[in-house]
Every structure is written in C-alpha cells, then in structure tokens.
C-alpha cells in the first residue's frame, strides 16, 4: 500500500475517532465535553495537521531529487514537469473515496439528529443539538483537510490538464463524427427535438440522441423547426451540431434500429426504444472509461456533461445576451445556487420542499467556507424558481443573506407561460448563473437541476460534489 493511501486511511480513522468521542461525550456528561476529551481532540488535530505536513513535505523531496538527479547526469529538466505527472491511480480513487465517506457519514448523522431533534422526550434537545453541532464542525474541518490535501499534494496542474486533454478529445470525435467528407451518403441517425416535456427533459433527450448518434457512429440529425420553446428551432440559440451535414440525405427513413446499410434511422424516446442499447446511461466510452474514473467521482457524469456542452455551444447572440446577464446580476463570488422547483412537479414527481431546508445546505457551505477562507463580507445566494414568491421568502426570512434572481423569470416559468421564447431566455439565463455558481443547492427530480449540475462539470476537472440536497437520495 503506497503512502498515500496510508495517509488516507489514517485520516479516516482519526475522523472516525473524533465522531465516536463526539458521540459519545453528551450522553456520558449532558453539560458538554470533559476536558481530557477536550485534550484529545486537540491532539488528534495536531497529529492530522502534522501528518499533512509531513507528507507534503515527502512529496516536495522526492520531486526535487528527481530535478537534482536529471541536472547532476546532465539531463536538466522543466521542473514544473516533474509536478504535472499523473498521480497512481488507487491514489485518487482512495482520495475520492474518503472525501465521499466523510460527506456521507455527514448525511447520515444530519438526517438521523434531526429525527431524534423532532422527537426528543428522555434526551433533552439541547444535548442532542450540541452533539449534532460538534459532529458538524469536525465534519467541516475534516472536508478542509481533504480540500488541502487535494491543493498540495502536487497532482492540480495533472487534474487540469487532463480534463482539457479529455475533453479535447471527445469534441474532436464528436466534431468529425458531425461533419462527414459526404453528406449525402454518410449515415444519419435523426432525432426530433420536440418531445412532450421542459426544457432540460428536452435537452436531456438531445442529450440521448447524440449518445446513441456516437455509439452508431451515425452523424445525428436533429430536427426542430417548430420547436414548442422557439419555433425558428433550436439553431437559432445554440450553434447547429454540424457545417455541412443538418438534413437526412441519400435514401428512405427506417425506424431504429433500422440496419448496417440503411443511410438514415430515426430514433424514437428514450422511454419507447426497442431493444434498449448497452450505452445508454450510466454507461461511458470503454476507450476513455479508465482515464475518466481516474480524474472524475463520476464518470457517467462527466460524460454526460461533455455532451450537453456540445449541444449548448451558444450562437453569438446566445453568448452575448449570458454576458448582460452576468453583468446585471452584480454578483459576486462565492456564491451558492439554489434551484426551486415547484408548480407541476409538487404531489406528482417530487416532494415539497419550503426554502429553508434549502438554505440550510446554503449555510453549511458558507461556514466551510469561512472556516478555510476567513469571514466574508456577505454570504450571496442566486435563486431560480418557476414559483415567483420564493426570492421573497427567502429575503423576508433570511436578511442577513444578499439575494439574486430575477423574479420575471419566474414569471416566465409558470404553467401558461412556459413555452415560449421569453420562457427559453429566462430559463437560459438560469441555468447559466446557476452552473456558475461555487456551490449547487436543488432536488435532483428536477431536469433544470440536473442540467445545471452537468453543466458545472464543464467549469472544473471534477464539480461532482458541489450539489447539496438530492431528493429522494438524502433524507431531509
């Protein structure tokens, strides 16, 4: 077992010792900790901080003897290459593991507190708040050593730039696959945008279409003139999917999956295909799956926001419009974005869900952030809602929070009012502020929610944690 990984599982038993004093101290002595616990947590902070230091500086030995080495056989080297190699591959699995432990034993612990909080007879609730209190803020300074952790240990300038050479990598497939040397012979999968459901269902089904028109290696053709959101069609907002190939040419149109020869099949939705293909999600490109898990806590994800960035690759006026947005909206970072669905999917698909649990997650990614970064100025929160009294509630109940949103966009959002091209712009505009943000707050039975968490994977080598309330995933 290398190092690292040594280290990694020493930090998962210190957490794990520091949530069963924690545990453990309120109920053997309700008026607080006693000192000698006191006394060992404090030692089990510096043994983790001294650790961390030590192994950094192991790791900054062993780069400058390999620079030493290279210069005394007469072979001098660019240092910063010696900081850019990737790092083993169990390393950043184990790492990624850990961070997740800590966040899920975090979940567990919050929803598990929050019952016995509600329900508390024997135990008094102030115990049970001190204890879920203490388990929260070692829960925040164990995150911030695997944040360090992640900063020093010399592997960034790798994670950057092999999510640029990933990524690089599937546009280039994508774009030669788009854009065949003859059009009229090439084969064509064609795919109709107008699928009855929103706009990120509707992304999310172009989505489907561009995965299969990859795994055909068909050249996908999609069609949406008359598209509900904007009847010009889909190329009048986002930049078409190929330059030279965007009808179905050569031959007659076959249901999917149609044959080898046929020159165009349309493909049907993503609930009615028969047989169901192997590379629908959570699936990943077996030739980039390995490179993928090594740098993403999601591959699936990742994949699935390469694609979605292709297809929202905006028109100039697109682009233009997203700037004034930003520029309007006068907010600075960090920031956290919250997502609030309501209308129709409230009794039908998703829970109702009052602000506050949202700002609840809101705040605990504010007092991480302190706690690492020092006390800001004013804690900014972005909301996009289809329900245009959330950004009210949320300044009524929250006045020490800055608030950002448009309510017009809720407007637009609404039932009557949703497919239009007013509708298209504001849920755009949304999405962008949204997938911006430093940290993502929404309920996951959302498509709009989804849209914007793949679309911040786009922004950094691996966003896959930045999301803090999943429905039906994490019990609030």
């Known amino acids: 077992m290398s190092s690292m990984v040594t280290r990694l599982v020493i930090v998962a038993v210190i957490v794990w010792l520091v949530i069963i004093i924690?545990?453990?101290g309120p109920f053997l002595r309700p008026g607080g900790l006693p000192e000698d616990q006191v006394r060992l947590l404090n030692v089990v902070a510096r043994l983790n901080r001294a650790i961390d230091e030590l192994e950094e500086l192991k790791h900054s030995n062993a780069q400058l003897r390999l620079v030493v080495q290279a210069f005394t056989n007469g072979n001098p080297i660019d240092p910063s290459n010696v900081f850019s190699t990737a790092p083993p591959k169990d390393y950043e699995v184990y790492r990624r593991r850990a961070e997740n432990d800590i966040r899920e034993l975090w979940f567990f612990a919050r929803s598990q507190l929050d019952k016995l909080i509600r329900h508390a007879k024997e135990i008094s609730k102030d115990t049970l708040k001190a204890l879920r209190e203490g388990i929260y803020e070692r829960h925040m300074a164990a995150l911030i050593d695997m944040d360090a952790m992640r900063l020093r240990d010399g592997y960034e300038r790798w994670r950057r730039g092999e999510a640029q050479a990933l990524h690089t990598a599937v546009m280039d497939r994508i774009r030669t696959l788009q854009n065949p040397a003859d059009c009229f012979s090439a084969k064509k999968l064609i795919c109709t945008l107008n699928k009855g459901c929103g706009y990120g269902c509707q992304l999310h089904h172009a989505t489907y279409c561009l995965v299969m028109s990859i795994s055909m290696k068909r050249t996908l053709i999609l069609k949406s003139k008359g598209w509900r959101y904007n009847p010009r069609g889909f190329e009048d907002v986002f930049q078409p999917l190929s330059n030279s190939c965007l009808v179905e040419t050569g031959g007659n149109i076959e249901k999917y999956p149609g044959s080898e020869d046929t020159i165009n099949v349309e493909l049907p939705i993503i609930d009615s295909i028969n047989p169901r293909p192997a590379q629908l999600p959570l699936a990943v490109p077996k030739a980039l799956a390995a490179r993928i898990q090594q740098l993403h806590g999601n591959p699936a994800l990742w994949w699935i926001s390469q694609l979605l960035g292709f297809l929202q690759r905006p028109q100039k006026e697109t682009a233009a419009f997203l700037k004034q947005v930003e520029q309007a909206s006068a907010i600075k970072k960090p920031y956290v974005g919250i997502h609030v669905r309501r209308t129709d999917k409230i009794g039908t698909e998703a829970s109702y869900h009052g602000i506050e649990e949202y700002m609840s997650w809101a705040i605990e990614y504010f007092d991480k952030y302190e706690l690492a970064h020092g006390r800001l100025d004013k804690r900014r929160v972005y909301i996009a809602s289809d329900d245009d009294t959330v950004l009210k509630d949320a300044r009524s109940?929250?006045?020490?929070?800055?608030?950002?949103?448009?309510?017009?966009?809720?407007a637009s959002a609404s039932l009557k009012n949703r497919y239009t091209v007013e509708s298209l712009r504001g849920v755009i505009a949304d999405l962008h502020m949204l997938s911006m943000s430093d940290h993502l707050v929404c309920t996951f039975s959302s498509q709009v929610c989804r849209v914007a968490f793949e679309m911040m994977q786009l922004l950094y080598p691996?966003?896959?944690?930045?999301?803090?309330?999943?429905?039906?995933?994490?019990?609030?």
Do not use: C, T, W
């Not at 020490?400 to 809720?410: H, L, R, S, T, W």
């Open 22 to 24: 924690v545990m453990s």
């Open 397 to 410: 109940l929250y006045p020490n929070y800055e608030f950002f949103g448009d309510q017009k966009i809720a």
């Open 462 to 476: 691996d966003a896959s944690h930045s999301e803090g309330m999943r429905s039906g995933f994490v019990l609030i």
